[in-house]
Structures are given as structure tokens and as C-alpha cells.
């Protein structure tokens, strides 16, 4: 997991009025906390500011409003109410585009591009989904009459919310993460309590900040946490009030919230780790292929969970695709993030880069050839683009997620064999395969993942469900599908005649 900041010597500790200007809301009330800790801005390392650092009774607090909003108010039950709000909220969004924007890129290491995308813009765009399809979403179903000793049962099926739900995100994508979360749970008619991850605090509380200021979503309804205690998660996970956990983030993470929210038999949707694999077919464009391989490895330095980090390519043709991807790793701008001629940013921490970099090395002394990259280049936390040949396909670099710009490539003999090797894998998450459509969209049915990508194809925007098979997850976040993980169905049936 990420690196929690910390003051280092020689500056200075904050005051609890600077870390009051970003502030917790737990019931209604924004609130600051006895202590705090750092935001870093990962280009620079410097602090960027202080987060309020919750503890376990903020959290318990915050768990009681939301049981107390869902078990006590109308939220639930209100479907227009909740459409207004919605609508308010994404208005807010909106109208702070430009500061969200420049808060993501100084927190998250974000470039404009990506905040114009994935980053920003598009989570924005998914709080207006949910408002549009709870307009019209069909929270009834009528199932007719059956006969029964000798009477006549009619029967339905009616839509309600999944009760109080703990939201626990990633810090890659914070905006994404948060609203792909909040405005499904919402719509649903669910209340939250968010907690941030202890990277990128400041843009998730200021979410928070906005639904406060700037909507009339009832107290306790929404509840935005931010601490660098591990004990505020396992409340989140374990608490009987607690009706449901939506968590993004590591596998092994995923794995222990599994098991934590076993013993109250909690409802569980994980969107975890991928090691997705972009197979390139023998007919493909090795052009296009090498340029989607290099630069989407690359996109927010590698630090996105569907990205595909195994490249795979026919043995004939490696060493063509392999000088491909090197001329365009070549060609990747990385610096300041703020630049919009910057393609590639910082990793979020010094510790996920030294994490990357030790994956490197462990991977060149198992045999793996380092065609060019494996660089750390300060100030910040870059890492330049690292490509690794001779990669055997059971190894830790081929096998684990780095979250960082690191490809590997493999060579493959045929076309089972390429899908043997790209299933090869705990994870099921995402793929790419490049060649003839027919014969590419054959080996893509053929690979276990949640989302599959087909020369080049983007399938990533709010209506598109996302999410794994196998340890890449449960459940699947965006859509139709994402609205309906928060809701629960209880059968009707009423003696008629």
C-alpha cells in the first residue's frame, strides 16, 4: 500500500487552523482533528498541505450518522429528492472543475491531459449518469400471478437501497475512485462514509467540502473521512452498522477486507490488481500496436490497475516490436506535470518508487534484460520509462503488479499459446489483443478478464461496467451494474381475487 507522508526534521510541525482549511465532514459538520499529517506533491516532494489525521472515534461518529440517516430519514425512499441532489452535487463539480483540476495535478501528480480524461473530467461525468438513469431506472418489477392452493398470488419485485456503505479508495485515481463509489451508493439511495487514502487526502476531502457547501444532501447521508491510521479502515470494515464495503485497491488489501467483513457477513465489492496482457497477433499493425503498448504503460506512470503491463508478441516478430516499443518509450515526456506538454508524471511516493525500481532489479538479476529505462530522476518521484525483455512469464516482473512505467515482454508461439500465457495470471482485470478483427475479438472471448480492449478500442466511460474476474476483484463498478451492487431486491407477493 502507499506511503503515509509524515513531517520529516526540520519543518515545521502544522497548526490545527492550517489543517482546518481542509476539513472531515461527519454529519453534517465539516471538523477538523486534534492531529494531522502531510500531503506531499509528488513532482516536487515538498508538503502541499495537512490533512486532518481521523481516529477511530471519528470514525465510529461517522458510521452512527450514516446508520442513523439511512435508519431514521427519507433518503432512501425518496428517488426524486435524490435526483436533485445528485444534480446539485455534479453542478458543484462543474463549477469548481478548475480548482479540482489544479488540486489533482499538485496531490496526484495528474497532467492536464489526464485530468481532461480519466483524472477529473469523466468522474465528473459519472455523477450526471447516475442522476439521468435514476430518472427513469426501473426500481420495480412485476412478476404477474401465479396459482396457489386454490387462490390467486400476485407478485412483484421492488429495488431498495443496500443500507450504510464504507467506501475505502486508492490514491491513483482519486476523483474516479470516489464518484465511481459515492453517485451509484447515492443514487441507490445508500449513505456513505468515504474514507481517502493517505497519499491523496486533500482532493477527497474536498469532495466532501463541496457536498457541504454546495448541495441538500441531508446530514450523515455522506461522510468523507481522511487519516493515516490503519485501525480507521478495519472499523469501516468490521462495524455491525456497516451494511456493505466497496473497496479499490491492492489484491492483498482486498484480500484481509474480505475476511474482515466476513463475521457480519457484509456484502463485499473489491476492484483490486491487475496483470493485464495486450497480445499482438502475427497480422496485426506492429506500428500501432507498439505505440498503444508504450504509451498506455506509461499514462499516469503506470500507475492504473487495468493497464496492460505484459506485452505479448509473436517470437518471429519480438525483436521489430520490441525496437518499436523502445523508440517510443524514447519519445515519452515526463517532468512537470503542471506542462501540457507533459505526457508522463511523478509515482506518488518515494516508497512506490523504490518499490518499482527494486522489481527491476530483482528482475534483471532472475535473467530479465533491461532494453532501456529503470532510472530514478529527482527532484519528485519519477522513474523513467523501463522496458524488460527476456522476461519468463512465471516471474515475480511478469506475475505482480509493479503500479509503476515498467512493460515486460514475452514471446509467444501461437495463438494458444499467447492465450495460455495471458491467463496465466492471478488476475483478471483487462487485455488488449491487436490483428485481424475477427480472428482479435476470437482470442479476446478467449482471455478471463472483466473489460477487453480490441485494436485500440476504449471501453472505459460511465454506462461501461468495470471491473474483474478471478483476484481482480468482485463485482463491477460504472453502469446499469454499478447502480444495482448497492441496491438489494425483496420480493412482494399479495393474495388478489
Not at 514471446?411 to 482479435?440: H, K, M, T, W
Request: with cysteine.
Amino acid at each position: 500500500m502507499s506511503q503515509t507522508p509524515t513531517i520529516s526534521e526540520g519543518e515545521s510541525a502544522p497548526s490545527v487552523e492550517h489543517a482546518s482549511q481542509r476539513r472531515m465532514l461527519i454529519d453534517g459538520e465539516l471538523v477538523g482533528a486534534t492531529d494531522v499529517f502531510a500531503s506531499r506533491n509528488p513532482a516536487t516532494g515538498d508538503v502541499l498541505g495537512y490533512a486532518p489525521d481521523g481516529t477511530v472515534a471519528d470514525a465510529e461518529r461517522a458510521i452512527a450518522a450514516a446508520r442513523r440517516a439511512f435508519d431514521a430519514g427519507d433518503w432512501a425512499t425518496d428517488v426524486a429528492f435524490r435526483v436533485r441532489c445528485l444534480e446539485q452535487f455534479h453542478a458543484a463539480l462543474v463549477e469548481h472543475r478548475d480548482e479540482l483540476a489544479a488540486l489533482t495535478t499538485a496531490e496526484v501528480g495528474a497532467t492536464p491531459a489526464l485530468t481532461q480524461g480519466a483524472q477529473l473530467d469523466q468522474p465528473i461525468a459519472i455523477v450526471e449518469y447516475y442522476a439521468d438513469l435514476l430518472r427513469d431506472y426501473p426500481l420495480t418489477e412485476d412478476l404477474g400471478n401465479i396459482e396457489s392452493r386454490g387462490m390467486q398470488h400476485h407478485r412483484w419485485v421492488e429495488k431498495e437501497a443496500g443500507g450504510v456503505v464504507a467506501a475505502i479508495i486508492a490514491y491513483n485515481y482519486p476523483n474516479q475512485l470516489a464518484l465511481a463509489k459515492l453517485a451509484p451508493a447515492l443514487a441507490a439511495g445508500c449513505t456513505v462514509v468515504l474514507k481517502g487514502a493517505p497519499d491523496t487526502p486533500l482532493i477527497t476531502l474536498r469532495l466532501g467540502e463541496l457536498i457541504a457547501e454546495h448541495t441538500d444532501i441531508p446530514a450523515g447521508v455522506v461522510n468523507v473521512l481522511s487519516s493515516s491510521d490503519p485501525d480507521v479502515g478495519a472499523v469501516l470494515t468490521t462495524s455491525p452498522d456497516v451494511d456493505m464495503v466497496t473497496f479499490t485497491g491492492s489484491t492483498p488489501t482486498g484480500r484481509r477486507i474480505m475476511a474482515a467483513a466476513s463475521d457480519t457477513l457484509k456484502k463485499v465489492f473489491l476492484e483490486l490488481g491487475g496483470k493485464s496482457a495486450a497480445i499482438v497477433l502475427d497480422d496485426a499493425d506492429f506500428g500501432t500496436a507498439a505505440m498503444f503498448s508504450a504509451f498506455s504503460m506509461v499514462t499516469h506512470a503506470g500507475q492504473g490497475c487495468a493497464l496492460t503491463s505484459r506485452l505479448l508478441v509473436p517470437r518471429a516478430h519480438h525483436d521489430e516490436i520490441v525496437e518499436m516499443v523502445k523508440t517510443n518509450f524514447s519519445h515519452v515526456r515526463y517532468g512537470d506535470p503542471t506542462d501540457p506538454k507533459t505526457y508522463m508524471g511523478p509515482l506518488i511516493s518515494e516508497k512506490q518508487r523504490d518499490k518499482v525500481d527494486a522489481m527491476v532489479r530483482r528482475a534483471v538479476e532472475a535473467g530479465a534484460t533491461l532494453v532501456t529505462g529503470g532510472e530514478k530522476k529527482d527532484p519528485g518521484y519519477f522513474y523513467t520509462p523501463t522496458l524488460l525483455t527476456d522476461v519468463d512469464p512465471d516471474s515475480e516482473i511478469a506475475q505482480e503488479e509493479v503500479f509503476g512505467p515498467v512493460l515486460v515482454v514475452i514471446a509467444y508461439e501461437d495463438d494458444d499459446d499467447a492465450v495460455r500465457i495471458a491467463n496465466n495470471s492471478i488476475y483478471g482485470l483487462s487485455g488488449a489483443v491487436f490483428g485481424d478483427q475477427e480472428r482479435a475479438l476470437g482470442v479476446a472471448r478467449r482471455i478471463r478478464t472483466g473489460t477487453f480492449s480490441i485494436n485500440g478500442g476504449n471501453y472505459f466511460s460511465p454506462d461501461s461496467p468495470f471491473g474483474g474476474f478471478k483476484q481482480s476483484g468482485i463485482g463491477r463498478e460504472m453502469g446499469a451494474a454499478g447502480l444495482e451492487e448497492f441496491l438489494e431486491s425483496k420480493t412482494f407477493a399479495t393474495v388478489v381475487g
